[in-house]
């Protein structure tokens, strides 16, 4: 049947470039996987030295059975540690901001509850000038 295939591929042109772009296509996401699979190896903090060239020895040495055994045993915890990982990438970017732009909102957010604090009369004109130089100082 493959025999047939490459035959029929060879005999007309555009099949061939088909076939051809569909191996190149192939060969391309098999070196994504294979890396992935390795970035995951190096990244994933339950796993001791030993454990994790164990693993890459297995997947380099013997891609094909190495990638599809390390898929099969630990392919569901991929996704979960994956997902743990741009969750605590998030959780620092956030905690970043936080820091960057002060645990009260800014100046912005404290000139406004002070322009409605005056609004409403809880303080004076002068005391507003106050206050807002202090924020604007800070």
Known sequence: MRD???N???DYPLLNMFWTMLMLFLWILWFMLLFRIIG??????DLNGWGKAGWSA???????LGVFVYLIARGRSMGERELKRIRQNEEQFRSYVRETTGSGGGQAEEL?????????GAITEAEFTQA???VLAS
């Open 4 to 6: 047939s295939m490459v």
């Open 8 to 10: 029929l591929a060879v």
């Open 40 to 45: 995951d190896i190096f990244r994933d903090d």
């Open 58 to 64: 297995f997947v380099i040495l013997l891609p094909f």
């Open 112 to 120: 406004s509850r002070l322009a409605e604090l005056k609004n409403s």
């Open 132 to 134: 807002k130089a202090k």
